[in-house]
T-cell receptor, first 109, second 114 residues
Framework: GQNIDQPTEMTATEGAIVQINCTYQ??????LFWYQQHAGEAPTFLSY??LDGLEEKGRFSSFLSRSKGYSYLLLKELQMKDSASYLC??????????WGAGTKLIIKP | IAGITQAPTSQILAAGRRMTLRCTQD?????MYWYRQDLGLGLRLIHY???????GKGEVPDGYSVSRANTDDFPLTLASAVPSQTSVYFC?????????????FGPGTRLTVL
């Protein structure tokens, strides 16, 4: 079956750096997405990786290793507003997104 | 620009009743999707439409139907609601162009079936 694994919850301190990992086993691979979802709101797009390596976008970076079925989202200079769930999703061979259950990130002052 | 709108925002429904969740986008995106989100689970695809006039089944289609009469609207109907359909429902759209084909989400409908 298809599977996306990410930690259920993480805690970090304001101003620090946190890395959220995602491992996947899917039928085919056509890209990996990270979304941010604040409580009670819709998911919003953060990043997209289709080739191996690091994509940097401001305070957020996303890394992909296709051979290892692994990605991470790196958040730098954490702010209280970064408290949210972070969703990892992989596009499979049918061009559908398979979603992880999300990682709830708690930021402490 | 509104993006994607969904209605209603929330609804409490008696089991056995029929319910249509509405979704409208003004981005002229070709593809639209319906997901449900349940605590502890990832978003699960119910139905999708790659272009107006076509629809397809996702991972959890049973008990749901959709139609896509035009580009903008993609309603989701529960013919006879059951308590297991209690969930948050998100509509999304994408333009099916470019490599990423990023999906953009509506604000969601919180549905409770009693």
């Amino acid at each position: 079956g298809q599977n996306i694994d990410q930690p259920t919850e993480m805690t970090a301190t304001e101003g620090a750096i946190v890395q959220i990992n995602c491992t996947y086993q899917t039928s085919g691979f056509n890209g990996l997405f990270w979304y941010q979802q604040h409580a009670g709101e819709a998911p919003t797009f953060l990043s997209y990786n289709v080739l191996d390596g690091l994509e940097e976008k401001g305070r957020f970076s996303s890394f992909l290793s296709r051979s290892k079925g692994y990605s991470y989202l790196l958040l730098k200079e954490l702010q209280m507003k970064d408290s949210a769930s972070y969703l990892c999703a992989v596009r499979d061979s049918n061009y559908q997104l398979i979603w992880g259950a999300g990682t709830k990130l708690i930021i402490k002052p | 620009i509104a993006g994607i709108t969904q209605a209603p925002t929330s609804q409490i429904l008696a089991a056995g009743r029929r319910m249509t969740l509405r979704c409208t986008q003004d981005m002229r995106h070709n593809a639209m999707y319906w997901y449900r989100q349940d605590l502890g689970l990832g978003l699960r695809l119910i139905h999708y439409s790659n272009t107006a006039g076509t629809t397809g089944k996702g991972e959890v289609p049973d008990g749901y139907s959709v139609s896509r009469a035009n580009t903008d609207d993609f309603p989701l109907t529960l013919a006879s609601a059951v308590p297991s359909q209690t969930s948050v429902y998100f509509c999304a759209s994408s333009d099916r162009a470019g490599d990423a084909d990023t999906q953009y989400f509506g604000p969601g409908t919180r549905l409770t079936v009693l």
